[in-house]
Every structure is written in structure tokens, then in C-alpha cells.
């Protein structure tokens, strides 16, 4: 890949802006009497009932009760709700400031498998920063569950492709899951999938310096 070809980038949400704690989620799930969660939460892809909400196919208000028949306990929504939240950490602040400097060379998408609940959550918690708000990082905002698709399947990307009017050979897509980056590479888009933590900025040392990376 030739950064110099690239036109548009694509990024993923969980792992790659938003950083993740399973084991915390799964831990505040089994205080609430949900024991199965951890049969059902991955940071690549849902399944179950966690899979349908990311998919869009049933509503929050559903899940909770589904949620509630499954457990032990009575716990609220607002319970629920939390301790799914909980699988979120938050947005570093260099990956905001990072996607508003590559917004000025690139037209930015984000592509996510995610739910109403996480996304509600983050715009209000983590993406708020200064005078910049969800829509200031990203041309278009590509979601699961509104659009009742999921990677890796091919659908979403091409979705994404249709919508947005990129070419595939001119873009590149970002996102720590093996499966979603083999469907992306399969219709012709470049690829490229970072570590846990890894510093994605290195992509772009003509737009992020080593004297801008710390």
C-alpha cells in the first residue's frame, strides 16, 4: 500500500478509537446475575442477544427484558445500561485531535459494529471534546445497527462504498478484527490492522511528525 494513493479512510470504532474492558463488563453483567454474558461479549462481534442489539434487530427496551428473564435479580434498566457501558473505556484525547488533523487531508467514514445503547453513550461521554462534537470528526457515520448490517459481512462494505462514492482501490480501512479486514481487502480496499494500543498515527508521518507523536 502507497499512503500517497489513499484518498479516504475508513475507521473502526471499538479497539480502535474507543478503547475496551471486557473483563470489567463481563464482571459488572455477573453482579447483576447475568453469568452468560461472557458467552455472548467479544470485542470483535456480539452474539446472542448482545449480537441482535449491535444488529439492530431488537430495540434496547427488549434486551433489558430479555436481560432481566435471564438473571437472578431484578435489575433496572439504568443497571443494565450501565454495566454495558462499562465495556467502554473512553477516546484518548490524541485520537480526537488526531482525527481532526487527518479530516483536513482525507474524507473521514467510521464504520462500526455497534448499538444504540454504546453509540448514545459515547457521543456523550467520550467524543465531546473542546468546541468539537461526533459529527466534526467524520464525513459519514456508518453503524450496525441502524443499518441492520455487521462486519465482517460483505454487505455493510459495500453499503459504505455505495453511499459514500468511494473507490475501493483508493481507500484505506482500519480495524483491529482479522475477519473484518479480510471481507474489506476482498472488495478491493487496503487495509490495515493495528494492535491493542498501537499508535495509528505512524500511518501518516507526513501529516504527524515524530516530533508530534508522544
Given at each position: 500500500?502507497?499512503?500517497?494513493?489513499?484518498?479516504?479512510l475508513?475507521?473502526?470504532?471499538?479497539g480502535?478509537?474507543?478503547d475496551?474492558d471486557?473483563?470489567?463488563?463481563?464482571q459488572?453483567?455477573?453482579?447483576?446475575g447475568?453469568t452468560?454474558?461472557d458467552?455472548?461479549?467479544?470485542?470483535?462481534?456480539?452474539?446472542?442477544?448482545?449480537g441482535?442489539?449491535?444488529?439492530?434487530t431488537?430495540?434496547?427496551?427488549?434486551?433489558c427484558?430479555?436481560?432481566r428473564?435471564l438473571?437472578?435479580?431484578?435489575a433496572?434498566d439504568?443497571?443494565?445500561?450501565?454495566?454495558?457501558?462499562?465495556?467502554l473505556v473512553?477516546?484518548?484525547?490524541?485520537?480526537?485531535?488526531?482525527?481532526i488533523?487527518l479530516?483536513k487531508?482525507?474524507p473521514?467514514?467510521?464504520?462500526s459494529?455497534t448499538?444504540?445503547?454504546?453509540?448514545?453513550?459515547?457521543?456523550?461521554?467520550?467524543?465531546p471534546?473542546?468546541?468539537?462534537?461526533?459529527?466534526?470528526y467524520?464525513?459519514?457515520?456508518f453503524l450496525?445497527y441502524?443499518?441492520?448490517?455487521?462486519?465482517?459481512?460483505?454487505?455493510?462494505f459495500?453499503?459504505?462504498?455505495?453511499q459514500s462514492?468511494?473507490?475501493?482501490?483508493e481507500?484505506?480501512f482500519?480495524?483491529?478484527?482479522t475477519?473484518?479486514?479480510?471481507?474489506?481487502?476482498?472488495?478491493?480496499?487496503?487495509?490495515?490492522?493495528?494492535?491493542?494500543?498501537e499508535?495509528?498515527?505512524?500511518?501518516?508521518?507526513?501529516?504527524?511528525?515524530?516530533n508530534?507523536?508522544?
Open positions: 500500500m502507497k499512503m500517497h494513493n489513499i484518498k479516504n475508513i475507521f473502526d470504532f471499538g480502535v478509537l474507543v475496551l471486557k473483563a470489567r463488563c463481563l459488572a453483567f455477573s453482579q447483576l447475568f452468560e454474558a458467552k455472548m461479549i467479544d470485542a470483535y462481534s456480539q452474539q446472542g442477544l448482545f441482535q442489539l449491535e444488529e439492530g431488537i430495540s434496547p427496551e427488549e434486551f427484558s430479555e436481560v428473564r438473571t437472578t435479580c431484578q433496572t439504568e443497571n443494565i445500561w450501565q454495566a454495558w457501558n462499562s465495556f473512553g477516546i484518548p484525547t490524541w485520537k480526537l485531535e488526531a482525527l488533523e479530516k487531508h482525507y473521514i467514514y467510521l464504520l459494529n448499538n444504540m445503547v454504546h453509540w448514545q453513550y459515547a457521543i456523550t461521554e467520550f467524543f471534546y473542546g468546541k468539537w462534537r461526533v459529527n466534526d467524520f464525513n459519514h457515520i450496525s441502524e443499518l441492520h448490517q455487521v462486519k465482517p459481512g460483505a454487505e455493510i459495500r453499503t459504505v462504498i455505495t462514492g468511494i473507490r475501493p482501490e481507500t484505506l482500519i480495524d483491529d478484527a475477519a473484518n479486514c479480510q471481507t474489506a481487502r476482498s472488495l478491493g480496499l487496503h487495509t490495515y490492522q493495528p494492535t491493542q494500543g499508535d495509528w498515527r505512524l500511518l501518516f508521518p507526513s501529516i504527524f511528525g515524530k508530534n507523536i508522544v
